[in-house]
């Protein structure tokens, strides 16, 4: 369960330097037993395809530190479920969306869920500064809310995300969903991440 936030922090990092190529496109998510909606400009990739990229490859080289749990992302059983992502980078960044999904102990509680997040996000490497935590209802029910920044090296040069995270139990397992963007286009894709967050529903 603490292993989920990590990976889908860490899936949105696998797309830093990936630049390759109206409406919105619903895609259902099988294993979580939801779908959502994304920009139709925006693409779904298959996660092991964007890990094992030049870009992702160049990112371990400058954070070696992300090397395990990297790996552990592309592994055959990765809880990474879902990546979609803006192919218009801006500011060295290509905006995403992921989604994994992990099972949990039958009596596991949202707040306990919260709470391992938290002591899970504070293990990030290149964390920077607080963690803003917070309870909140989605239309697919109740759920934890996490925003924070993370610090990565690309092309040799420090690059700040911003990451916006929600997580929700359902039928036995924990679903994170996690935005990545820059701080400079925060406010830009902020509509965008409240659209996908409210079309997250049963199929």
Known sequence: M???ALLATVATL?????????GTSRHP????GISLVTPSSWRAVDSKAVLASKGVQALLKENPQLASIINQVAGANSPVKFLSFDPHVTDRFATNVNVVVSA???NVTLAALASAIASQLKTLPGLTGAIAMSMVKLPIGPASRAMFQLTVVTNGKKLIVQTLQY???????SIVVTFS??????AARAATFKTIVASIHAP
Not at 181 to 186: D, R, V
Request: proline fraction near 9%; aromatic fraction near 4%.
């Open 2 to 4: 603490r292993r989920a």
């Open 14 to 22: 696998a797309v830093v330097a990936v630049a390759a190529a109206s």
């Open 104 to 106: 949990v102990p039958a």
């Open 167 to 173: 997580a929700f139990l359902r039928h036995g397992q």
């Open 181 to 186: 963007t820059t701080p400079n286009q925060s």
């Open 29 to 32: 998510i099988p294993t979580a």
